[in-house]
């Protein structure tokens, strides 16, 4: 007897195995006994071409979706501001601003507290008289954004003893500052010494030694200032008064410069700016040679 399955797509009988009986020697019965074909392909799972077996289900059950809470119209809102991404803010730069302000108590207060209200850090401040006798002119220098400076300009302007706020940020000008500063020529250990207030350093070197050392240091200052274009204005035993007018920036590196030998104190007037004056009699020079290097069409050969 032959067992069979039938294919559903063709309605087929497919031989699955056969039914036999055999007699026990023992028993004198007759026991049945299968004989198993092996499966067809279609109908088993294979690791080679990863066929899915045909008897299972061909679409499974999908879990339920959870029951996510119902969000009013204020939590989306506040849901979507919260994962906006902030605008990047406008880098911050250096600006130059000239107020010219009635000579008057008060002025610098009103000016600094506008300021001051909105957050902007004074990095310099110049206030001095001009030419005119109720006249002041005032230099501020602001590290801040674009957008809060002008602002600022325009509640500056409002003022009423303030005359005009001028902005140099973007002009050529004429910018000098004044450094007063007091350098040790004795060294590093002695500076170090004085800082701390020690009266009775005893130092290895000989006093001839010291004397040279002291000498060296003075000459290499003396140098320095003459090539920043500075003066030595006091010298002791132990130290050097120099002041140097110039821009910020080579005052910077000045004091870099200075900075081994022992600053004992500094100070600094501020920056004062003027902008530069515009040479009109080059400028129509320029355009003359430029008239003048033009070629006339006409007097060329043909093509």
């Not at 940020?169 to 007063?180: P, Q």
């Not at 000989?206 to 060296?216: A, D, I, M, N």
């Not at 004056?277 to 008239?291: F, G, I, L, N």
């Amino acid at each position: 007897m032959t067992w069979s399955v039938i294919k559903a797509s063709t309605r087929q009988r497919i031989p699955f195995g056969v039914l036999s009986y055999s007699r026990n020697a023992l028993t004198h019965r007759y026991v049945p006994s299968v004989t198993k074909f092996s499966a067809p392909k279609e109908y088993t799972t294979s690791n080679d071409d990863n066929r899915v077996d045909k008897r299972q289900p061909r679409f499974k059950k999908l879990p339920a979706l959870p029951n996510l809470p119902t969000l009013s119209a204020q939590e989306a809102v506040s849901n979507i501001i919260y994962s906006t991404p902030t605008a990047p803010a406008t880098p911050v730069s250096r600006h130059v601003l000239n107020c010219l302000v009635q000579n008057e108590p008060g002025v610098l207060s009103r000016v600094t507290g506008i300021l001051a209200a909105r957050g902007f850090n004074i990095d310099s401040l110049v206030v001095a008289k001009t030419e005119v006798p109720d006249l002041s002119r005032m230099t501020i220098v602001l590290i801040a954004q674009d957008l809060g400076v002008e602002q600022a300009m325009k509640q500056l302007e409002d003022l009423t003893p303030v005359w005009a706020v001028l902005d140099y940020t973007n002009t050529k000008i004429v910018e000098r500052e004044l450094l007063l500063v007091k350098v040790s020529i004795l060294g590093s250990d002695h500076e170090q010494a004085m800082i701390q207030g020690v009266t009775n350093f005893n130092s290895s070197s000989t006093p001839g030694k010291r004397l040279l050392e002291t000498h060296e240091n003075l000459n290499a200052l003396n140098r320095l200032t003459d090539m920043f274009k500075g003066q030595i204005l006091d010298v002791s035993n132990d130290c050097v008064t120099i002041q140097v007018p110039a821009k910020p920036s080579r005052l910077n590196a000045f004091m870099k410069l200075i900075r081994p030998f022992g600053i004992l104190e500094a100070s600094r007037s501020g920056m004062m700016a003027m902008p530069r004056s515009v040479a009109y009699e080059e400028d129509e020079q320029e355009d003359e040679q430029e008239t003048d290097s033009q070629v006339d069409a006409t007097m060329l050969p043909p093509g």
